[in-house]
């Protein structure tokens, strides 16, 4: 929940929609990559099994690296050759074709609905393999096993683990008659596969997930009153944990799973920071300033717990030990609006909402140096979401007059476009890494 959208009257947040998940598949693509992106080729895996490939396990692995920014994949039709094991690889093929490593493999029918991905990575110039992986699946989880072949050869080549394998939640609006229909969808980490999770006629808003991405946490705004729900994504079971008298907004689960974090107004209607314990309903207050206290944000380690504020006289982060040990001290300076923070898995630095000349920008701040550098290039951008390994950030912004998403790497060097094929979809929170 925003504190600039508390300000007017807590203005709903917009939300997104699509009347169908095929219209809510969001479709990525690459604004800007790396200039010195890896050549690399995916060759169309064998298939040992009756008919055909239930799944182009290399186009997957293809696009996923792609769509990273950092390699360039060759397309299928300019390999000379397209050998399935290694016995078949001749090295100097691909060298005269510039590419520096070469992925290949075979996916295996092994009866009763379970199969094997079986994939072998080499380094061209040296001739020698690097990674050989097999992951088993069944029909239901061949994407998944897909993803999780690009996220091991991502991290071989790169040293930084993938997010492929990740989901990504996000809300939808669109029109339906007289109304707005507003809906919370997960999909995988290349917008395919969404799920619709939940569905109103009154807002939905701030996704969050839990620690072991199992449960999603979001505000709804049913019965014409704000409350925060948990969601069980196998079960789909539902439970409310706040719903108090005023606003229950900006729910943010503990990196241990047991404590949330959330928004919660005072009689007087001051918004202030709360720890929630769900599962037994203990509530402690966490901030009992006379300014406004929203948007909590976890670190890594659980011990902190960073908030926008207005108490210095515009909105900006502040940190506070999750004990309520000591006073918040602030940590943004630069700019009059920092916003919406997000902290990176390594602790260094915050992915804020910053005020740029007017305009609503994500930035990344050195919490040692207190330097802000602006990512993006927007006028509205908004609701930033980091990925796990902490190398892209997914936000909202607006594009043609339409709420969509957007990527940018950490570094700035790499942003995509995400939009789904009709309405305003905002919101994103990128998951946790599954659990295997």
């Given amino acids: 929940m925003s504190l600039r959208n508390v300000k007017t009257g807590l203005a709903i947040v917009l939300a997104l929609i699509a009347s169908s998940p095929a219209m809510a598949q969001l479709r990525i693509e690459i604004n800007r990559g790396v200039s010195e992106a890896v050549p690399i080729a995916v060759v169309p895996f064998g298939y040992d099994g009756p008919g055909a490939a239930p799944i182009d396990v290399a ?3 293809a696009g996923d690296l792609e769509r990273s920014g950092r390699f360039a994949p060759l397309p299928a039709d300019d390999m000379i050759s397209k050998p399935t094991t290694a016995q078949a690889v001749n090295f100097t093929d691909w060298r005269l074709l510039k590419t520096d490593f070469l992925v290949i493999g075979t996916l295996l029918d092994q009866s009763a609905d379970r199969y094997l991905v079986r994939f072998q ?3 061209v110039f040296r001739g020698t393999q690097v990674l050989g992986f097999q992951i088993p699946a069944s029909a239901d989880t061949l994407r998944a096993a897909s993803h999780r072949a690009s996220d091991m050869i991502f991290e071989k080549l790169t040293g930084t683990p993938g997010a492929f394998s990740t989901r990504i939640a996000y809300i939808s609006v669109m029109r ?3 109304r707005d229909v507003y809906r919370l969808f997960v999909a995988d980490a290349d917008g395919a596969n969404p799920q619709m999770i939940a569905e109103s006629s009154e807002p939905l808003m701030s996704p969050t997930w839990s620690a072991d991405g199992r449960r999603v946490a979001y505000v709804s705004f049913e019965g014409k009153r704000s409350g925060i729900y948990v969601q069980e994504l196998a079960t789909g079971k539902r ?6 008298p005023g606003i229950n907004g ?3 689960f503990s990196p241990d799973g047991r404590s949330m974090a959330l928004t919660l107004s005072s009689p007087d209607g001051n918004l202030d920071i709360y720890v929630l314990n769900p599962a037994t309903g203990a509530l402690r207050r966490l901030t009992t300033n006379s300014s406004i ?3 909590a944000a976890w670190s890594a380690d659980g011990r902190e717990i960073y908030f926008t504020s207005d108490r210095s006289g515009g909105p900006q982060v502040y940190v ?6 000591s006073s918040p001290r602030r940590v943004t300076f630069e700019g009059r609006y920092n916003a919406r923070p997000r902290v990176t898995p390594d602790g260094k630095s915050l992915v804020v909402v910053h005020n740029d000349q007017g305009n609503y920008r994500i930035a990344l701040v050195d919490l040692q140096s207190k330097a802000t550098r602006i990512l993006t290039d927007g006028r509205q951008d908004e609701s930033p979401s980091l990925a796990p390994n902490g190398t892209m950030i997914i936000y909202a912004t607006r594009q043609a007059g339409r709420g969509t998403l957007a990527a940018v790497s950490t570094d700035g060097r790499i942003s995509q ?4 094929a009709a309405g305003d979809v905002r919101e994103p929170a990128w998951s946790p890494y599954p659990k295997y």
């Fill in 250 to 252: 900006a729910p943010a």
């Fill in 239 to 244: 439970t409310q944990v706040s719903a108090r």
């Fill in 293 to 295: 206290d929203t948007e």
């Fill in 59 to 61: 186009g997957l692995i």
């Fill in 176 to 178: 339906s008659g007289d």
């Fill in 121 to 123: 990575v080499f380094d």
């Fill in 320 to 325: 506070v030990p999750a004990d309520g040990s």
């Fill in 417 to 420: 476009s995400l939009a789904a």
